[in-house]
């Protein structure tokens, strides 16, 4: 089983549709999530960082994490063409250097 | 100004050869990364670095060596490389550690094995 599992789409969906993405986790020492977004042939930049559990909200987007079912959301509310990309989910240990673990990542499209 | 740069973007060699791809940083950040995105699109790091010294090394053959000059670089150099070795390479920096810090990534080094 991995660390870290994510369904990798594609999803499609309508221009101005809620969209939602989760990710699922095994390691329950993880205590910082993040959400980032990858265009094509562009690299992972940070969309939203949440520690622990609780919910973050930045404009359209709200990123949640459950840590008691293991499993972290991201939604995007009135989606947009601009929208399409991968989504990874990643997460961490507290303390010192611990590594980065990713998500595969889900292929988002929105279509107009 | 680009903030996490590497170069190659794109790079097709042969089997056997030896290859580098160098990265530079310019945000001041003390840790460095190299990651490798598969075919599949799985995000795996391979190394990192804290102020030129070796903290991470994930299971990687010995082919792969990376080289940090100073904290605003770091290098990675491919010697005898293998048709899988071909593979999407992101250098990426942080401020320390990473943890709830943003890693920022470079463009990515497409690199074809053939």
């Known amino acids: 089983q991995k660390e870290v599992e994510q369904d990798p789409g594609p999803l499609s969906v309508p221009e101005g549709a809620i969209v939602s993405l989760n990710c699922t986790y095994s390691?329950?020492?993880?205590?910082?999530f993040m959400w980032y977004r990858q265009y094509s042939r562009k690299g992972p930049e940070l969309l939203m960082y949440?520690?622990?559990?609780g919910n973050k909200e930045d404009g359209r987007f709200t990123a949640q994490v459950d840590k008691s079912s293991k499993y972290i959301s991201l939604f995007i509310r009135d989606s947009q063409p601009s929208d399409s990309a991968t989504y990874l989910c990643?997460?961490?240990?507290?303390?010192?250097?611990?590594?980065?673990?990713f998500g595969i990542g889900t292929k988002l499209q929105v279509i107009p | 100004d680009t903030a996490v740069s590497q170069t190659p973007k794109y790079l097709v060699t042969q089997m056997g050869n030896d290859k580098s791809i160098k990265c530079e940083q310019n945000l001041g950040h003390d840790t460095m990364y190299w990651y490798k995105q598969d075919s599949k699109k799985f995000l795996k790091i391979m190394f990192s670095?804290?102020?030129?010294?070796?903290?991470i090394n994930e299971t990687v053959p010995n082919r792969f060596s990376p080289k940090s000059p100073d904290k605003a670089h770091l290098n990675l150099h491919i010697n005898s490389l293998e048709l899988g070795d071909s593979a999407v390479y992101f250098c990426a920096s942080s401020q320390a550690g990473g943890g709830g810090n943003t890693i920022y990534f470079g463009e990515g080094s497409w690199l074809t094995v053939v």
């Open positions: 670095y804290n102020n030129k010294e070796l903290i």
């Open positions: 949440t520690y622990s559990s």
């Open positions: 990643a997460m961490r240990e507290s303390g010192g250097y611990q590594k980065v673990t």
């Open positions: 390691n329950s020492a993880f205590q910082y």
